[in-house]
Each structure stands twice: as C-alpha cells, then as structure tokens.
C-alpha cells in the first residue's frame, strides 16, 4: 500500500519559516518526480513546486525565491522549505508524486498539512 505521510505544518508569524517533509513508502519510487500543492477551501489545487528523480526543480511564480524544494532519494523523502511566509500562504498542503512524464492527477496524493501564517 502506498502512503505519503506530510508533516512540519503548523502556525507561524508573517516573516517566519517552516519546513514540510514527506515521506513515501510502499513502492520504489525511482523515476518518480515528487511535488507539493496547495489548495484553499473553494478553490482549486495550486501547484507549488516539483523537484525531479533527477534534481531539476520547478517553482510556482508566487513562491520562488522564498521556497526550497529537495529531495533523499535514499529515503524517499522530500521536502519543503518555506521561508518569509505571508498570510495567503496560508492553507493545506500535499505531497504528490507521479513517474515521470505523467500527469499528477494518476499519481498518489497524501492527506495535507495545515501551513497557517499569520498577520
């Protein structure tokens, strides 16, 4: 069975820092390119950032240059690290991870963590 459990959410201050961590179990995860999204109550899943089985890293406009995607291989983990939040980064996130050349909606999902920023 396939799982991707997040973790690292929580409350923080306008300005402040955190880092998400996902991990994924249940299967080889080679060639799969892993993401983070985020979705607020009505709207639509926003992609956030993916990084690669290689390393290549791709960012939303909105969150370049304050947020770090990486990646353990070895671990099957991937990470997120969000720095300088604002308040409408504030919502759930998910991990996801897809093979790549795939579109992730066919990929696995994991359940959310709540990111709150607050002004």
């Known amino acids: 069975q396939v799982q991707l459990v997040e973790s690292g959410g929580g409350l923080v201050q306008t300005g402040g820092s955190l880092r998400l961590s996902c991990v994924a179990s249940?299967?080889?995860?080679?060639?799969?390119?892993m993401g983070w999204f985020r979705q607020a109550p009505g709207k639509e899943r926003e992609f956030v950032a993916s990084?690669?089985?290689?390393?290549?890293?791709y960012y939303a406009d909105s969150v370049k240059a304050r947020f770090t995607i990486s990646r353990e291989n070895a671990k099957n983990t991937v990470y997120l690290q969000m720095n300088n939040l604002k308040p409408e980064d504030t919502t759930v996130y998910y991990c996801?991870?897809?093979?790549?050349?795939?579109?992730?909606?066919?990929?696995?999902w994991g359940q959310g963590t709540q990111v709150t920023v607050s002004s």
């Open positions: 996801a991870a897809t093979r790549e050349g795939t579109g992730w909606s066919g990929g696995y």
């Open positions: 249940g299967r080889t995860f080679s060639n799969f390119a």
């Open positions: 990084i690669r089985w290689s390393g290549t890293t």
